[in-house]
């Protein structure tokens, strides 16, 4: 049976990643890029749709892993009767080709080891051509454009379409293994040594991790959040994968399962704040390039999400030959969120774009007119309904966060106007921001419930709109904040965190979706801006106790199981982890400024 979710430990090399079970196994890797195919889809189905298994022979006893210190490099400690091992998994940063690298090394005793390889091109739909590479002890792997090579210090044979081999390491002993992407049609990828390797990619991620600047309370919670959000950036581009992989259920069985291998505006305002707070100016810079760069163009074209390269054309498809994780189908490939209309992304990127030029960011006037011209997109089409910050798939609503953040576009670019003397219709930026923020007040309130709704005239609350105070639309003192705020905490709460929005709202996911994790840090924000600091410091410590044991969290948790549930890991949850250990750690300024999470002005 395929792993929990949270058994699961994440590698990469800011290009690729692979997702490495407690059991040796990887189950999951796209090459040669996050969204490229995948040539391991164990995670989606079985063994025979991809993996890669490197464990004992005999029975595991024990296992144990950790990451070393600040780095993605991964050690598993596996202990049977034979005697104890460590397998060491990592993916070298900054080579010509991506590679993932295996070393066995004993412990103690004498244990025997077993290797299993099922290569499985596209998604696990092709078996590729496997031969052995003339003059080395090499496997070659090729179907269509892909190759793979395989290198090992021990023998390897193939058996059912497996390449296998068996072995043994005492102590001290290493065995080595190695796996290249490459071009079919190039020449085959040379040759590296994966003990220099692995020094050099130590050094990486440890030099990475000591450039962070948080001095807070929760340090090894931030460095690993910090590191998940390098890993899972393009390092050619600057864009952020929302996870590296696709179809993991929201809940058990479920159909909701999207493909999160891509590049949200809504991730924007918090990733740089996060960066730039944490002492990241370079990953800042790079991130705030991609957004100018992919939304670039008409401005009624901008759409929520796009590939790490800026890619426009990720239409969602269905791959009908995998049975899904535990049985949850479809398995979706590509995402129908790029054609949604989606009225908060605006706030999103005008913000992000006023938090860089607040920064010190590259602002040049290219990128001022490109805003000026995305606002007075924006003033045509506010009062539309939309899909809202949930990406709902059904009838378009008049979703009360979608309007905030359509005050936030305005309220943002009258700031950038007047901070930096830049040339904008400042004056009719006001009338729409004031019309704006009168139109969410009378009809995004209800009186009888002293709380904002989800949607206009509605009277289901939602997550969402724990994000008012936190993005400056009303301050936190307000009555209107404070009954918001207490309706959440009295109709959203589950086990203690919050749920999206209620289970019989008419919009949203079928009952029984794992609660989304960003939405109870939000909540630990509020309880910040509020001065309840020991109530927030208790949420957080238990949101900190949902990381799995190498410290990775997940888009959802399940309370009736217990368990982690989501694309994974989410790099949604961890940049809300860093923004709520911020805010803790600066409790008393960010209360006296009104929050600063995502509010930069």
């Known amino acids: 049976m395929t792993l929990s979710i949270g058994d699961y430990a994440f590698i990469g090399d800011c290009a690729s990643a692979a997702l490495v079970g407690c059991d040796g196994s990887i189950d999951w890797l796209c090459w040669p890029s996050f969204s490229s195919a995948a040539c391991f889809a164990a995670l989606l189905g079985t063994p025979e749709h991809g993996r890669w298994l490197i464990a004992p022979s005999a029975p595991i006893r024990t296992q144990r892993r950790r990451y070393r210190e600040g780095t993605l490099v991964l050690e598993t400690t596996f202990t049977t009767d034979e005697g104890e091992v460590v397998l060491t998994d990592f993916m070298p940063v900054g080579a010509a080709h991506s590679s993932v690298a295996r070393i066995v090394e004993g412990r103690s005793g004498r244990v025997k080891m077993q290797m299993q390889l099922a290569l499985r091109f596209d998604y696990g739909a092709t078996v590729p051509w496997v031969c052995r590479v003339a003059g080395e002890q090499a496997m070659c792997a090729t179907a269509g454009p892909d190759m793979v ?189 790029r054609g949604q209309v989606q009225l908060d992304m605006y706030g999103e990127l005008m913000n992000a774009l006023h938090l860089a030029a607040k920064s010190g960011l590259n602002q040049s006037p290219v990128t001022w007119s490109l805003q000026v011209h995305m606002l007075a997109h924006l003033e045509a089409i506010w009062t539309e309904p939309d899909n809202g910050i949930w990406e709902m798939r059904g009838q378009r609503r008049q979703f009360t966060f979608s309007k905030v953040m359509a005050w936030v576009a305005f309220d943002r670019g009258i700031r950038s106007a007047e901070a930096n003397g830049w040339d904008a219709p400042v004056a009719r930026w006001r009338s729409v921001r004031d019309e704006i923020h009168r139109s969410v007040c009378t009809r995004g309130f209800d009186e009888t419930k002293n709380s904002f709704v989800q949607t206009y005239g509605g009277e289901h609350l939602d997550a969402s709109l724990l994000l008012l105070p936190l993005v400056g639309f009303l301050p936190p003192d307000d009555s209107r904040i404070r009954g918001t705020l207490a309706a959440i905490e009295r109709e959203l709460l589950v086990d203690g965190l919050v749920t999206r929005y209620q289970a019989e709202a008419p919009l949203g996911s079928p009952p029984g979706e794992g609660l989304f994790l960003a939405c109870s840090f939000w909540l630990a924000d509020n309880m910040v801006l509020q001065n309840r600091r020991d109530e927030a410091r208790a949420l957080f410590e238990r949101l900190l106790g949902l990381c799995n044991d190498v410290g990775l969290l997940a888009e959802e948790y399940d309370p009736r199981t217990g368990s982690a549930c989501g694309n994974f890991p989410q790099a949604f949850s961890h940049v809300a982890l860093i923004g709520t250990a911020l805010n803790l750690s600066r409790a008393d300024e960010a209360a006296a400024k009104g929050g600063v999470l995502h509010n930069p002005a």
């Open 149 to 337: 090579v395989l290198r090992a210090d021990v023998p390897v044979g193939g058996k059912d379409f497996t390449t296998v081999a068996d072995f043994a390491v005492g102590p001290g002993e290493r065995v080595r293994f190695t796996l290249t992407y490459g071009l079919s049609h190039q020449e085959i990828p040379a040759a590296f040594d994966a003990d220099a390797a692995l020094a050099a990619t130590e050094s990486f991620w440890a030099d990475w991790s000591g450039r962070c600047t948080y001095t807070g309370e929760w340090p090894d919670a931030v460095k690993r959040s910090l590191v998940v959000l390098k890993a899972l950036t393009d390092r050619s581009t600057g864009g952020m994968a929302a996870a590296p992989t696709t179809s993991l259920p929201e809940r058990p069985g479920g159909a909701c399962n999207w493909d999160y291998r891509f590049c949200w505006l809504r991730d924007a305002t918090i990733t740089l704040f996060v960066m730039l707070h944490c002492g990241y100016r370079d990953e800042a810079a790079a991130w705030e390039a991609w957004l100018r760069r992919s939304v670039a163009g008409n401005p009624d074209q901008v759409q929520p999400v796009y590939g790490l390269q800026g890619e426009r054309l990720i239409m969602e498809w269905k791959a009908e030959w995998l049975p899904g994780y535990r049985g949850a189908r479809p398995v979706r490939i590509g995402n129908a969120a």
